[in-house]
T-cell receptor
């Protein structure tokens, strides 16, 4: 079963706009929440990550917002650019011995010029 | 280059062929993974190796056979595949799942 639910499946944004991708999780024992960016023909690459003891993390135009009580986290891309067009995956890592990442289903982002 | 190298990049094979995918990492990571990525589907974890020991096999059909001879190399041996096995096969490595480094993948087409 999928423990991390990601939405929307696809997103189209105008250049300069804000892209928002949401993820919700069920397992409260997750302790690390990364986002990956994947361009066509490439493997996913780590973009930004957050731990549950902070509510927000910003790196350049990319921000993760984390709501522990709602068990939700989201990626915001400010001033979206055509070069941001890619597939984005959220993920979560459980604490404890079985520490494989659980991935969301992905969001295909298209930024129109 | 991400630090994880996969070969070949593209592979076309018949259903009766035997082929192998190779993955190599020189990041000093202690865990390596095989994922399957099909169109419009989530990343599917296939196998996990920690310190060369297989720690997870997610009900993968026996026509997929992994091998991890050392902590830097991972293989996926393929035989008698089906057309539905056509997908992008991704290798990744990590140090305690802190941040996965993925390879660029092998695009497999079974004809």
């Amino acid at each position: 079963q999928q423990q991390v639910k990601q939405s929307p499946q696809s997103l189209i944004v105008q250049k300069g706009g804000i892209s928002i991708i949401n993820c919700a999780y069920e397992n409260t024992a997750f302790d690390y929440f990364p986002w990956y960016q994947q361009f066509p023909g490439k493997g996913p690459a780590l973009l930004i990550a957050i731990r549950p003891d902070v509510s927000e993390k910003k790196e350049g135009r990319f921000t993760i917002s984390f709501n522990k009580s709602a068990k939700q986290f989201s990626l915001h891309i400010m001033d979206s650019q055509p070069g941001d067009s890619a597939t984005y995956f959220c993920a979560a890592r459980p604490s404890g011995s079985a520490r494989q990442l659980t991935f969301g289903s992905g969001t295909q982002l298209t930024v129109l010029p | 280059e991400t630090g994880v190298t996969q070969t070949p990049r593209h592979l076309v094979m018949g259903m009766t062929n035997k082929k192998s995918l190779k993955c190599e990492q020189h990041l000093g990571h202690n865990a390596m993974y095989w994922y399957k990525q099909s169109a419009k589907k989530p990343l599917e974890l296939m196998f996990v190796y920690n310190f060369k020991e297989q720690t997870e096999n997610n009900s993968v059909p026996s026509r997929f056979s992994p091998e991890c001879p050392n902590s830097s190399h991972l293989f996926l041996h393929l035989h008698t595949l089906q057309p539905e096995d056509s997908a992008l096969y991704l290798c990744a490595s990590s140090q305690e799942a802190r941040g996965y480094t993925f390879g660029s993948g092998t695009r497999l087409t079974v004809v």
